[in-house]
Structure formats: structure tokens, C-alpha cells
């Protein structure tokens, strides 16, 4: 049986890519479990396997993909002010046009 070494928040913190802050919230929502060795929250330290537990469990399966809404407006002669009136429907205020 192999003891591995505990880290630092600092340490876990680079190792995993993110901050001291991030771990601490993680710690406080009771998502990341840390032993607390002295007095203080400098003496916090976190196992590896704690920490590889933990980003296995925000892992998520996949990006969720929504194409993005598509407007299209027909007609060739408007201006802008006259597309976006279409795009918004009737009783929106018209635009102002600047100089």
C-alpha cells in the first residue's frame, strides 16, 4: 500500500487548473472533502483521489447543442430601420435614423 502525499490548496489549485477560491467554495458546499491538519485554513489539504473524485463529478457528458434562433427577413429594397420594424412586429416604436 502506497500513502500518498496530501496537498495544498495552492498545490491542488495548480494541478487542477483553476483557484484557491474555487477549491474553498467546493470545500464549503460540501462537494470537496479536505482534512484540516492545525488551526488555521492554510493548513487545509486535499488527497488526490479527493480531488480527481471531485472533477469527475463535475464532468459533464456533453455540450448541450441548441442551434441559435435564425430570423430571416425577405425583401430587398428596405433599409435597416424598415427590417428591424419587420422583426419586431406591429406596434414597436420605429427607430430613429441618426445622420
Not at 500513502?3 to 490548496?9: F, G, Q, V
Request: aromatic fraction near 2%; proline fraction near 8%.
Amino acid at each position: 500500500m502506497t500513502i500518498e502525499k496530501l496537498l495544498t490548496l495552492a498545490q491542488a489549485a495548480d494541478q487542477s487548473g483553476c483557484s484557491v477560491k474555487t477549491l474553498r467554495r467546493a470545500m464549503a458546499s460540501g462537494h470537496l472533502v479536505a482534512v484540516r491538519l492545525g488551526e488555521g485554513p492554510k493548513s487545509d489539504r486535499i488527497h488526490p483521489d479527493d480531488l480527481a473524485a471531485f472533477w469527475a463529478s463535475r464532468r459533464t457528458t456533453g455540450a448541450l447543442q441548441v442551434p441559435p434562433p435564425t430570423l430571416q427577413v425577405t425583401g430587398g429594397a428596405d433599409d435597416a430601420c424598415d427590417r428591424l420594424q419587420k422583426l419586431l412586429g406591429p406596434g414597436a416604436a420605429r427607430p430613429t435614423r441618426r445622420p
